[in-house]
């Protein structure tokens, strides 16, 4: 999470996207997909175009 607000206090979207990408994943293999949800959400809303985080986006969405 320290690179989290270090990217968010650099106002370094390409990299905090990244960090929420793998953050989303995380959230995904502990099951918690509403927060994986949240996580590729703000990704993609920072870095639009980010296929890999749109791409599990997608998929959760499509799961429920």
Known sequence: LKG???AEAKG???RLAKLLYRLGRV???RKRSS???LAYQEAV???PGY???Q???DKLK???
């Open 51 to 53: 296929g890999s985080a």
């Open 4 to 6: 989290i607000q270090k």
């Open 55 to 57: 791409k599990r986006l």
């Open 62 to 64: 499509s799961a429920n």
């Open 45 to 47: 809303r920072l870095k």
């Open 12 to 14: 370094d979207d390409g």
């Open 27 to 29: 959230y995904e293999r």
């Open 35 to 37: 927060d994986a949800v």
